[in-house]
């Protein structure tokens, strides 16, 4: 056996065989590796060039498509972002840029590259007001069906072209279903109708009643067959204001304040609730809740919300009490008192933005708002309320990534005649 030598790195312990010390230069394999991914550093720093993809180009339409093209990582590349996110451009698009962008996602789609095209129409259905009825064609004839959320203002030819084809392809029933909930036109709704009164055959192979399938649209049927829907049309989102909490932020007189601190405390975890959403009732922004009463605070457990629907009972006073109804959820790990992420109030924006504008959460826009359709990161989750069983009404949600930098979305819920809040959550 040969005798180990020291490793020649100052300030390392370890010894090593002759045989190592003759590949590395007398160092240790760890230290070898280190001195190597150092040097790759120093290389990479020195060489990298900055590259701006949109030197010189102005029209917006070429912009979003620089933007949405994939690149490979170079770490010799540093790419200069664009001055505007992608949802800035898009809300300047004219009726004639949507449309030469919703040209270019066809021949995207003619290509295969469904990605790539369904980023550019997700962005056109959420940020514009555009309808895609062109390139929803060529995406049908590919048999593409999902994101359903596309198809929502398909015409009758392609919603007849669905229902067609519901009955008769399993392999794509439930996208198929997504894309017809999405449509919820008045055939749709009699379709779901009679489908909830008596269930087609294929309905035994779905985890869910086909009906269901409307709550991932933000609707559901009435007990007399109607649409109801479980949102509200009117949004605005919200922008974070002042530093971190901890410090002595006035409080504000906005219409809608998010995530202020409180002092009651959750039951469960001992922790401090927050409200989630505190609405100035009879401010004209939130008019379109129409609730009668001054405020509405929607309370959450920052922590234990993670794991289980949290329900609050409100008085329109703006006063909340912990519900009867809270049962503890199955999983529920311990939490360290102080150990609550550091939390940016947010307070709502004077602009009113469209219905879908925060409804695609893989749009890497903030999606904080109050009112318009969720967010929903996983199925939509739309709670029962726990008092008279109906479906709660979608009031607002917070994106964490906004509010902390953090990852997942709370989402607030109200039943106006029993007067009971919830808020749950979903992550990735
Ligand atoms: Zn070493
Ligand atoms: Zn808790
Ligand atoms: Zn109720």
């Known amino acids: 056996m040969s005798e180990r030598v020291a490793c020649q790195n100052s300030g390392c312990s370890a010894t090593i065989l002759p045989t190592t010390a003759l590949k590395t230069g007398g160092t240790c394999m760890p230290c070898y590796q280190k001195k190597l991914a150092l040097e790759k550093e120093a290389y990479i720093l ?88 062109r390139a929803l064609h060529a995406f049908f004839h590919k048999g593409m069906y999902y994101p359903g959320i596309l198809y929502k203002e398909a015409s009758p030819a392609i919603r007849d072209e669905l229902i067609h084809l519901v009955e008769r392809d399993p392999a794509n029933r439930n996208h198929l279903l997504l894309a017809l909930a999405w449509i919820g036109d008045e055939v749709v709704v009699r379709l779901f109708a009679k489908w909830k009164k008596g269930p087609p055959v294929w309905a035994s192979n779905l985890y869910v009643p086909p009906e269901n399938y409307a709550h991932e649209a933000g609707w559901e049927l009435d007990q007399d067959g109607q649409k109801r829907l479980l949102f509200h049309l009117e949004s605005y989102n919200f922008e974070v204001y002042g530093e971190k909490i901890g410090g002595s932020e006035p409080v504000n007189a906005a219409a809608v304040v998010a995530l202020q601190p409180d002092d009651q405390c959750c039951p469960w975890c001992q922790s401090k609730l927050r409200v989630l959403i505190d609405c100035h009732l009879q401010d004209p922004l939130v008019r379109f809740l129409k609730l009668s009463g ?43 008192l102080d150990e609550g992420l550091p939390l940016r109030t947010m307070r709502i924006s004077g602009r009113s933005i469209g219905t879908y504008e925060g409804a695609c959460w893989t749009l890497e826009a903030p999606t904080s708002q109050i009112g318009g ?11 029962a309320c726990p008092c008279c069983s109906e479906t709660m009404e979608f009031i607002g949600q917070i994106d964490m990534e906004q509010a902390a930098d953090s990852e997942g979305i709370y989402y607030a819920f109200l039943c106006r005649a029993c007067l009971i809040a919830a808020v749950n959550y979903q992550q990735t």
């Open 46 to 133: 020195q060489n990298r060039k900055d590259v701006d993809w949109y030197k010189g180009i102005i029209d917006p339409v070429e912009v979003l498509k620089i933007m949405h093209t994939p690149r490979k990582y170079n770490p010799l590349v540093r790419e200069l972002p664009y001055h505007k996110s992608a949802q800035e451009l898009y809300h300047q698009l004219t009726k004639a840029d949507c449309e030469r962008l919703e040209t270019y996602a066809i021949s995207l789609i003619d290509q295969e590259d469904f990605d790539q095209a369904e980023t550019i129409l997700l962005s056109l259905v959420c940020f514009t007001d555009a309808r895609i009825e």
């Open 294 to 336: 001054e405020r509405l605070r929607i309370a959450a457990c920052i922590h234990c919300n993670c794991y289980g629907t949290v329900f609050t009972k409100v008085e329109l006073d703006g006063s909340y009490s912990w519900s009867e109804f809270n049962t503890v959820p199955e999983f529920l790990p311990e939490t360290e």
């Open 373 to 383: 359709h969720p967010a929903w990161i996983q199925d939509a989750e739309y709670p």
